[in-house]
């Protein structure tokens, strides 16, 4: 068994990249950890559309889509 692990960070940008590095790298995909979030600082009546989208795709959609 071999303990080995790389970083491509950006991957909500190229998830088919992010996928062929790993597998060109070390053949195949044992374990994915996706190991990101964000919790901007504000209350329900100074939220935006935008930050709610922001939180959404990073803590949800990414780690969706990634698996």
């Not at 959404?56 to 990634?66: A, D, I, R, S, T």
């Amino acid at each position: 068994m071999s303990n080995k692990a790389f970083l491509i960070t950006g991957a909500s940008k190229g998830i088919d990249k992010l996928v062929s590095a790993a597998v060109d790298k070390f053949g195949n995909i044992d374990a994915v950890i996706p190991n990101a979030g964000t919790m901007p600082m504000a209350t329900l009546s100074t939220a935006t559309p935008e930050s709610f989208d922001k939180v959404m795709n990073l803590n949800v959609k990414g780690p969706l889509f990634l698996v």
